[in-house]
């Protein structure tokens, strides 16, 4: 009998993978190990890495246990980071960046597409939450330049 799926099919995989591909480099770990310590083979997370197939629960609950990393953030995000804890502060830190990337895009004169804020806001979220003002300083600077050079 399998591991009772996660996801469904029509839930985009790769970023999954990416994050767990996140969580096993932010550790140090190769492959073999990572899935050593988790309960699983190399291939199986090779898989799950390249998005070839959907992760189990059960992954997600040796994840929690190992590493102590929210299965939340290892399906949905945000970031790059690897996350102890997105719940409502995740929630609540990405309403907050959203809202500030909009007003940089406003302060620099442009109009973008959502795909393209929401690239932007993902930048920031990226970054540990101490240094998100260092990173939106650099992205208002950048898109005053852009919006100087479209003026042109």
Known sequence: MSDPQIIGSDFDLVPVGERIRLTREHFGLSQQQFGERLGF??????????A????????????RRQFDIDPEWVLLGPGRKPLRDVGLK?????KRV???VAKLVEAAGLRL??????????????EEPEDEKQARQKMLKTLRSMAMDMAK
Do not use: C, F, H
């Not at 995740?90 to 990405?94: A, E, L, N, P």
């Not at 597409?113 to 990226?126: A, H, Q, Y």
């Open 41 to 50: 083979s190399r291939r199986q997370l090779i898989a799950w890495e390249n």
């Open 52 to 63: 070839a197939n959907a992760p189990p629960i059960a992954l997600l609950a040796a994840i």
């Open 90 to 94: 995740g929630t609540d830190r990405r």
């Open 98 to 100: 959203e809202k500030d």
């Open 113 to 126: 597409s959502r795909r393209v804020m929401d690239s932007l806001v993902e930048l920031i979220l990226e």
